[in-house]
C-alpha cells in the first residue's frame, strides 16, 4: 500500500468514527456495543494495522446472552435526509438534491460507485450525463440509482424514507453540509499525516 493510500485510508477512519459514529452513538441510534463493533468493521476495511499507530479497536465480550450475526461486510447507511433536516428544517430533500447537482458530487459518486461496485452501469451513467445538459432535470437519488445501478446510495419510501448514504458518501455530504464536519476531516487529515504540506530542502 502506498503512503499516499494509507493516509486516505486512516482519515477516513477517524473521520467515519470519531465523526458519524460517535454522533449516532450520542443520539442514542446505536449502542457502546453496536459501536464497538462497526468500529471494528471500519478498521479491517481500511486495512490498518497497530504498525499505523492505530490500535485494534476491542469489542467487548457479551457471553450471557446470545448475540445476532454479524458480518463484516455489514455497512450501516446514513440519513442524509435526517442530517439535512438539521440545517434545512423545512426543505431537507431540496438540500440532498443541490448536493447532488453539484458537478463534484456527481463525479465522486461515480469514483466511489467504480471502486465499490463490479454492477455499475458506466452506460447509464455517460447517459446520465448527456441528460444532465439539459437545465430541466432534476436530479434524485433515486434517479441516479436507477439509471448506474449504483450502490452508494439507497432512496427510501414512508414514514422513515429519505435518501440513504454509505458513511464514505456520507461523509462527503456532511462536510458539503456543516463547514465544522469539513473542518474535523482536514484536522484529521492533518493528524494522520503531520509531515504533510512540509517542505523538505
Not at 453496536?34 to 468493521?41: G, I, K, S, T, V
Not at 424514507?161 to 456520507?170: D, L, Q, S, W
Not at 462527503?172 to 476531516?185: G, H, K, M, N, V
Request: hydrophobic fraction near 35%.
Amino acid at each position: 500500500m502506498s503512503e499516499e493510500q494509507r493516509t486516505k485510508n486512516q482519515v477516513s477512519y477517524i473521520f467515519s468514527k470519531e465523526v458519524i459514529l460517535r454522533d449516532l452513538l450520542q443520539q442514542g441510534i446505536i449502542s457502546d456495543l453496536e459501536f464497538a463493533r462497526y468500529d471494528e468493521m471500519l478498521y479491517d476495511r481500511y486495512h490498518l494495522n497497530t504498525d499505523m499507530g492505530i490500535p485494534r479497536p476491542a469489542v467487548p465480550l457479551v457471553s450471557d446472552q446470545p448475540q445476532p450475526p454479524f458480518s463484516s461486510k455489514e455497512v450501516v447507511y446514513m440519513s442524509l435526509t435526517a442530517e439535512a433536516k438539521k440545517v434545512f428544517e423545512n426543505a431537507p430533500g431540496y438540500a440532498v438534491q443541490s448536493w447532488l447537482r453539484n458537478g463534484n458530487t456527481i463525479a465522486f459518486l461515480h469514483y466511489w460507485e467504480l471502486k465499490n461496485n463490479a454492477d455499475f452501469n458506466q452506460a447509464g451513467y455517460e447517459a446520465l450525463l448527456e441528460e444532465l445538459k439539459s437545465p430541466s432535470l432534476t436530479l434524485t437519488a433515486k434517479k441516479w440509482i436507477e439509471s448506474t445501478n449504483a450502490i452508494g446510495l439507497q432512496s427510501k419510501q414512508g414514514k422513515s424514507g429519505g435518501t440513504y448514504a454509505h458513511p464514505e458518501i456520507a461523509c462527503a455530504f456532511y462536510a458539503w453540509l456543516r463547514p465544522e464536519f469539513q473542518y474535523s476531516l482536514i484536522q484529521s487529515f492533518l493528524a494522520a499525516h503531520q509531515n504533510w504540506g512540509i517542505q523538505h530542502e
